[in-house]
């Protein structure tokens, strides 16, 4: 059983994570888009299919697989384990900020600049690494 929980925990994350990394990608090309064209319609599709169908559950079967996979595993009471579920609540709080900027885009609200979301996209990837390297190397 833990091996198909590690596998649907691993497969739910890499759904997860691509989503973070391309939502704020669309952002800085519908920030160029003219409100109320075509093109600005269409990426108000997109970042909403995005964040709902794919984002949304992702995130939630990351947190179901994730939690089940600590209680099969007793990870809880190893050191790297805190601090891998402190990054990974911190890119769940970030998974919250860029739904937030999906309703602003929704509502034609340009309230960033594109170099906003170019740091923003950096975001998910450092804490991603983070939680790769306690996971792996689990270096306490």
Same mark, same amino acid.
């Given at each position: 059983?833990?091996?198909?929980? $590690?596998? @649907? ?11 973070? =990394?391309? =939502?704020?990608? =669309? ?13 600005? /319609?269409? %990426? $108000?599709?997109? /970042?909403?299919?995005?964040? *709902? ?30 601090? *891998?579920?402190?990054?990974?609540? @911190? =890119? ?10 999906? *309703? /602003? %885009? ?31 190397? $689990?270096? %306490?």
């Amino acid at each position: 059983m833990y091996e198909w929980v $590690k596998a @649907l925990h691993i497969i739910s994350i890499i759904s997860w994570m691509a989503g973070l =990394l391309y =939502l704020p990608r =669309l952002m800085i090309y519908h920030f160029d888009a003219e409100i109320g064209s075509v093109q600005s /319609e269409t %990426f $108000k599709v997109m /970042e909403r299919r995005l964040l *709902k169908a794919i984002m949304n559950p992702a995130m939630i079967a990351s947190w179901i697989f994730g939690l089940w996979l600590v209680y099969l595993t007793a990870a809880y009471t190893e050191g790297w384990f805190v601090s *891998k579920f402190f990054l990974v609540f @911190l =890119l769940t709080a970030f998974h919250m900020f860029e739904a937030r900027w999906v *309703k /602003e %885009f929704a509502a034609d609200e340009r309230r960033r600049s594109t170099r906003f979301y170019r740091f923003a996209n950096e975001g998910p990837t450092l804490l991603m690494l983070g939680i790769v390297i306690l996971v792996v190397v $689990k270096p %306490f």
